[in-house]
């Protein structure tokens, strides 16, 4: 019996394969899946996706085979991954490597070997997707395409498993920064509002007019910081929040953040036109922070305007409906538009109009977790029209 060489790269080969933390995991059935169509379509009774670590070759999969694991010296795996061609024993019994190996001599009998090997992008043979069978045998030329065919696609679920557990990781370091930034930032922020209020509140006849401006400025922009802080957090929590789907009266909601809006500006008049019985299907308190962000946009972006216009409905663009909020305000350049759903891209000076940035980035983020669109349409000083699809009741 002839032991396969190491890999040359071996040691970065091993690095590679423990980096997709697949060693003695449990089965899964996409992989089994490969595996027994490779056992079908090459009619081999037996057939395995088997990755090979330092000592041993490990079974991911396994069709026809009740053992999970072989040591590495006696693996026909190890010699595939040395080459990213498909690797054919037609007869083990006349191969002087195996002849005399424990797996052909004893169970589970193997006289014929075929191994498309897992190579990495980086060159590195991670294993193989195999099929054996108990009597002398060749591939078919369409088999051998078809086995080299789904070894690609175990390549791309085991890279498709890395990926996940990286974002898993990825998400669990933004917890623990969303926590900090939560905590640890925030507390600092309201210490710094708290404190500027006091002295505006008990100590303003000892300052001075430009002592009391450098206080308050210090006092909008701390505040400013905490909402853009809690923006930031929000809108991060949205991608993980579990969708609670049910039909929502997008009219009502309306109705209700407009009189949130009137509450706010008691003087001031905007005609307002609400659409009545426009549901959808969705999440009613995800649903609600879209139309209280384009609601708020077109109450805040027309409040120079001497006959201020806002409309709330539906209509039909190229064939399908889609909601939409319409006001006459200041508008913006179309040249612009491909920025407004980016986290902190603001068209309008914030000198001119306050906001943090963030509000239309988080509409985005719901209506693309319900599966639909948003886009906008403006002419400066003329106006903006946003529009967004959703499921329909």
Not at 25 to 45: H, K, M, R, Y
Request: glycine share 6%.
């Amino acid at each position: 019996m002839q032991a396969a060489d190491v890999p040359l790269n071996e040691a970065q080969r091993l690095i590679s394969l423990r980096s997709y933390g697949i060693l003695d995991t449990e089965q899964e059935a996409v992989f089994d899946e490969l595996a027994e169509l490779a056992s079908n379509i090459c009619g081999a009774p037996i057939a395995l996706v088997s990755l090979v670590d330092e000592s041993r070759q490990w079974f991911k999969a396994r069709i026809g085979l009740a053992a999970t694991e072989t040591a590495r010296s006696v693996a026909f795996c190890a010699h595939a991954i040395l080459q990213p061609g498909l690797f054919q024993v037609p007869d083990t019994l006349q191969d002087e490597r195996f002849a005399d190996n424990p797996l052909v001599t004893g169970a589970p009998h193997i006289r014929f070997y075929a191994g498309a090997p897992l190579f990495t992008e980086e060159g590195y043979g991670l294993g193989t997707l195999c099929v054996i069978d108990h009597v002398p045998r060749e591939l078919t030329a369409q088999q051998a395409r078809t086995l080299m065919v789904l070894r690609t696609h175990v390549l791309k679920l085991l890279e498709l498993r890395r990926r996940t557990q990286e974002l898993a990781e990825v998400n669990r370091e933004l917890d623990a920064f969303s926590y900090s930034v939560s905590h640890d930032l925030r507390a600092p922020l309201r210490a710094i509002t708290g404190y500027s209020q006091i002295l505006l509140d008990d100590h303003l006849a000892d300052f001075s007019d430009e002592a009391r401006d450098f206080v308050q400025r210090i006092l909008n922009a701390s505040r400013m910081m905490d909402q853009l802080t809690l923006d930031l957090l929000n809108l991060a929590r949205l991608s993980k929040v579990t969708l609670n789907y049910r039909t929502v009266d997008l009219s009502e909601t309306a109705r209700e953040v407009v009189l949130d809006l009137q509450k706010t500006e008691p003087n001031r008049h905007v005609d307002i036109q609400i659409q009545p019985n426009l549901q959808t299907i969705g999440d009613p308190g995800l649903l609600r922070i879209v139309v209280q962000n384009l609601l708020a946009n077109a109450w805040k972006y027309t409040s120079g305007r001497e006959q201020p216009q806002i409309e709330f409905g539906m209509d039909k663009s190229n064939g399908k409906s889609e909601f939409f909020v319409r006001d006459n305000g200041v508008g913006f350049e179309m040249a612009y538009a491909g920025k407004l759903f980016q986290p902190f891209q603001r068209l309008h000076a914030n000198s001119k109009i306050p906001g943090t940035g963030i509000g239309l980035a988080t509409v985005k983020r719901i209506i693309q977790r319900h599966g639909g669109a948003v886009r906008a349409e403006a002419i400066v000083n003329q106006g903006a029209t946003f529009h967004f699809t959703l499921h329909a009741a």
